[in-house]
């Protein structure tokens, strides 16, 4: 038997640690035990206890209750927190998903007491450093000893940046291995989206009509905290709200809702509450969310994990962001990057409104990385 500490924190660890704990409760529970941490970088119910219910993932182990902060005190009591439950249980291995501070946290705690670091969604890259999250997942994925990458460009990333393909076992941090093994959202968008119709009633509730809805998300920092860029943002919406005659559907952040009144001008909050068909929500749940992205006609978000759901779901998608890590996206047409500029934003919309030809093939996987990612722990751990 093997023992994982595996730590989630944030919205989209809490989703992905569910394939894992899955697929160990349906076919590796002789042979894995995990302990789950968590950090408590999110702690709304809406941000946090939502997922644990509607995903049915085993209640944390542990909670840190770190809670919101600057990056480096919210890291330090994350190191710290992990460090204490780490050498308590002696585990094989930490489990890290992504590129939060939390990942990171684990990431830093783990590798100084030489417990073996497992990441999951190894080998993304945006390319800009300014980016909280790219230094988080560099600096993860430089310690770790088991990398799983979701797609082969990640994969290719982890080879440019020195990782050897052909490592042979046994495997250590200075000795790593790296795998190109599918995504684990995958997993979940797959398994949840047969139930997500039937147990949400999100758009009877909104009264939206199939296809005629933007589903839209905004959060990074840079969107929200830099008021030129949120008003492009806003604005945009709007203006294609009003011109194409759609709703627009936008579950908000906590961040972003605690930044509208400041960051918005009067005009652009105005304009946006006297369109009634413009639905501003609180976070919604993971299956509220599923049922969304099937009925929308497009996406339009600066998530990472909304623009791979937009593409599982066979939906165009608009990412406001100056790039994306999920380059294949972009690359078969499905998406487009334009940044917070409402010219590419409006023109990105006029295309993939009349693309009636955009293709969506399989980029991630069969549904079954969490059941490999396992069989691999058991072997190597
Ligand atoms: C974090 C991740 C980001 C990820 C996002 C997913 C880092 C550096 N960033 O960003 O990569 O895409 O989570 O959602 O780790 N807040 C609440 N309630 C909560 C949580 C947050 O009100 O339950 C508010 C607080 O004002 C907080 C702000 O949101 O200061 C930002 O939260 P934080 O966890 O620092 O970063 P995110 O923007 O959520
Ligand atoms: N999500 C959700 N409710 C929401 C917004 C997002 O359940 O109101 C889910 C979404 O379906 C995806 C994940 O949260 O699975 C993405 O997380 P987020 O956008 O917060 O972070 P990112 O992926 O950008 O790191």
């Not at 204490?84 to 990171?104: C, V």
């Not at 830093?108 to 997942?137: D, Q, T, W």
């Not at 990458?149 to 290719?156: E, H, I, L, R, V």
């Not at 001008?265 to 992205?293: D, Q, R, W």
Request: hydrophobic share 40%; aromatic share 8%.
């Amino acid at each position: 038997m093997i023992k994982i500490v595996t730590i989630i924190g944030a919205r989209p660890q809490i989703i992905k640690a569910a394939a894992l704990s899955r697929a160990i409760k349906n076919k590796f529970k002789d042979k894995i035990t995990e302990i789950i941490v968590h950090t408590g970088q999110h702690y709304d119910s809406n941000m946090s206890q939502v997922f644990f219910d509607e995903l049915n993932i085993p209640q944390p182990d542990y909670n840190l209750n770190v809670g919101s902060g600057t990056h480096g005190k919210q890291t330090a009591t994350m190191i710290s927190g992990i460090e204490e439950i780490l050498l308590k249980e002696k585990p094989n291995a930490i489990i890290l998903y992504g590129d939060t501070n939390s990942t990171l946290a684990g990431g830093v705690a783990a590798s100084k007491i030489h417990v073996p670091v497992i990441h999951i969604e190894a080998g993304l890259r945006s390319f800009s450093k300014a980016m909280p999250e790219e230094v988080n997942r560099i600096m993860c994925d430089h310690v770790s000893t088991l990398l799983f990458s979701p797609t082969k460009t990640g994969y290719n990333n982890l080879i440019r940046e020195g990782f050897n393909p052909d490592a042979k076992m046994p495997y250590n941090a200075d000795n790593p291995k790296i795998y190109h093994c599918g995504d684990v959202m995958y997993d979940n968008s797959l398994h949840f989206s047969e139930v997500a119709g039937s147990k949400t009633d999100i758009i009877q509730k909104l009264q939206l009509k199939k296809n005629k809805f933007i589903l839209a998300t905004i959060h990074r920092n840079n969107n929200t905290d830099e008021p030129d860029r949120l008003n492009a943002l806003f604005k945009s919406l709007n203006d294609i709200s009003l011109k194409q005659d759609l709703d627009v559907v936008l579950p908000l952040h906590p961040r972003t809702s605690k930044l509208l009144e400041t960051n918005l001008t009067s005009e652009n909050l105005a304009a946006v509450k006297n369109n009634h068909g413009f639905k501003i929500l609180g976070p919604v749940s993971f299956l509220e969310m599923i049922a969304l992205e099937k009925n929308c006609k497009l996406v339009m978000t600066d998530s990472g994990g909304v623009q791979k759901e937009a593409f599982y779901f066979e939906k165009p998608c608009i990412i406001l962001r100056p790039e994306t890590e999920w380059v294949e996206l972009v690359e078969c047409g499905a998406a487009i990057v334009t940044d917070a500029n409402e010219d590419k934003i409006k023109a990105a919309f006029d295309k993939l409104f009349t693309d009636d030809h955009l293709q969506f093939p399989k980029l991630y996987g069969d549904g079954r990385a969490a059941e490999f990612i396992c069989e691999e722990l058991i072997r190597h751990l």
